[in-house]
């Protein structure tokens, strides 16, 4: 096969922050060892799966706006035939940003299919979040970013024009016995969840402004126990923000229920936008007891995975 592009891009983590990073307030968020890769070619591939037509209209999305910002900078490019593959790790739709990988891998595919050349990250980062928007209405952008610079971001978005980000050049230590626990996918999507907390906010605006301020606290207490490698500070703090998660209303009673079931062997929190009627996606689970929680886990036949950050972010395979 001749001109084969790949690309592959990590999932996400929020530790602290969801839903309060949309309303201009910051979360703390961590590109995870879970990778979607995304191949273009001119020939087509021979061990492809049969293509979803939700794929095929989310891919031709991303061709689309990559070319709009070709013709609007005057870069040459050159359009051709193609077949592209997309191999993911990632859970679907469970709060870890399968859509932001997908969206950061295939814009850098397209810019270097179409041109041959090279683009910053911080381009690549852009495009991606306009395709987002597409996905999610009123994202935060935390998602892409996340995934195209990998490591450990502290994110806060002012305006749609301005978007504060901290990369941190400190790791989350390895003593942190951290894992990722499946509560189920989320009936509901994300933009769904985020358009919840706004009726919620327009109808008790002062009730949602107290948690989003809590929330802010939380995040950068999370931040010190992490420079600190605090393990109690972490815990409390990942407590804290699942009870303001909870006041907001985006965790489904099952999801409660598990967490209650998981709160002898430590505590959790789920991550990303959640889930009200049936799962909420991932949690995010400090473990104090290890090999209980892993046999519990088993037993009940709860899909999770050991937390693993990323630190390199978008990748050229």
Do not use: W
């Amino acid at each position: 096969m001749k001109n084969i592009i790949t690309f592959s891009a990590p999932a996400k983590v929020i530790l602290s922050g969801e839903h309060s990073v949309v309303y201009g307030r910051p979360a703390l968020v961590c590109a995870i060892n879970k990778q979607l890769s995304f191949s273009l070619s001119e020939d087509k591939f021979l061990d492809k799966k049969k293509t979803d037509k939700n794929e095929e209209k989310i891919v031709k999305l991303i061709e689309k706006n990559v070319v709009s910002y070709l013709k609007e900078n005057k870069f040459a490019y050159h359009q051709k035939k193609y077949s592209f593959k997309i191999d993911s790790e990632i859970p679907v739709g469970c709060g870890l940003g399968s859509s932001a990988a997908l969206a950061v891998a295939a814009t850098a595919g397209f810019l270097k299919f179409l041109t041959g050349k090279d683009f910053s990250k911080e381009v690549i980062n852009e495009l991606a979040y306009q395709v987002e928007t597409y996905f999610h209405q009123n994202p935060s952008g935390v998602d892409n970013t996340a995934s195209c610079f990998g490591g450990l971001i502290f994110y806060r978005k002012e305006f749609e024009f301005l978007k504060n980000i901290s990369f941190f050049n400190f790791k989350i230590p390895t003593t942190f016995p951290l894992y990722l626990i499946d509560s189920g996918k989320p009936k509901e999507k994300t933009k769904e969840m985020v358009k919840m907390v706004l009726e919620k906010y327009k109808k008790n605006p002062s009730f949602i402004e107290s948690i989003l301020f809590d929330m802010e606290k939380t995040t950068k207490k999370m931040v010190l126990s992490i420079i600190k490698a605090d393990k109690n500070l972490f815990q409390q703090s990942l407590l804290d923000n699942e009870i303001f998660l909870e006041m907001l209303g985006v965790v489904s009673s099952k999801t409660k229920k598990l967490l209650q079931k998981l709160s002898s062997f430590g505590v959790g929190k789920i991550t990303g936008a959640g889930g009200k009627s049936k799962g909420s996606g991932f949690i995010l689970f400090f473990a104090q007891k290890e090999k209980e929680l892993v046999s519990f886990l088993q037993k009940q036949k709860i899909n999770y995975f050991k937390f693993q950050p990323n630190y390199s972010g978008l990748k050229l395979i």
